[in-house]
């Protein structure tokens, strides 16, 4: 795929997101203490760095499952329409369920995978996302924990992807087109 040349510019540094990671999973274990097990919900790929990270700060017996579902394609501006590709495993119905996101846009993708999971019947159903773009938000949908409110810049890194790639960073950077 030919892709116009651009740079990759640090947002937010690896370090940075560690220390908001170990601080949303001090939050999340107050929340859920005392559960039997907690459902964490990876929606994929995006969420993948994000989930490993925080599941190993969380101080719960904690089952990992993950959904895939699609609104955006290869390129930087979302649809609307939201497939699921790949549903849970588990069942989780009468369970205490965290969806893990990595970014929040326009709240489509979140707001039908809530619709979707709620319907299962969850004794709890809460939702930590990585990255939160208020300024894009067209449904009035927001995340019980969100890592950072960032700007309506195009981000990759930390499993995050444009066009499939830049996921492996370390850290989260903006996107900066040359041409
Ligand atoms: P929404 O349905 O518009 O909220 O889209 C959310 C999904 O779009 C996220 O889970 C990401 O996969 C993707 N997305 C939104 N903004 C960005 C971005 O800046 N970089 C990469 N993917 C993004
Ligand atoms: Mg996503």
Same mark, same amino acid.
């Given at each position: ?10 947002? =937010? ?7 908001? %990671? ?31 990270? !925080? ?11 993950f ?17 699921? !590709? ?5 069942e ?10 990595? =970014? ?20 709890? !159903?809460?939702?930590?996302? !990585? ?19 960032i700007?309506?810049?195009?981000? %990759? ?23």
């Open positions: 795929m030919t892709q116009n040349p651009y740079v990759i510019d640090q947002m =937010i540094s690896a370090k940075a997101i560690a220390a908001r %990671v170990e601080a949303l999973a001090r939050e999340i274990t107050a929340h859920f203490r005392g559960t039997d097990k907690l459902v964490v919900v990876g929606l994929l790929r995006g969420s993948f760095v994000f989930i490993a990270d !925080l599941v190993r700060e969380l101080d719960l017996p904690v089952e990992v499952d959904l895939e579902a699609s609104s955006y394609g290869d390129a930087t501006h979302s649809s609307r329409e939201v497939r699921i !590709l790949k549903d849970l495993r588990g989780i119905a009468g369970r205490d369920v965290l969806v893990v996101e990595d =970014i929040v846009d326009t709240g489509f993708t979140l707001s039908h995978v809530l619709h979707l999971l709620r319907a299962r019947g969850p004794k709890r !159903l809460e939702v930590c996302a !990585l990255l939160d773009k208020p300024s894009r938000r067209e449904v009035d949908i927001r995340a019980t924990w969100t890592g950072f409110e700007p309506d810049e195009f981000v %990759v890194g930390y499993g995050i992807d444009f066009a499939q790639r830049n996921r492996n960073l370390p850290y989260i950077g903006k996107v900066r087109f040359l041409a």
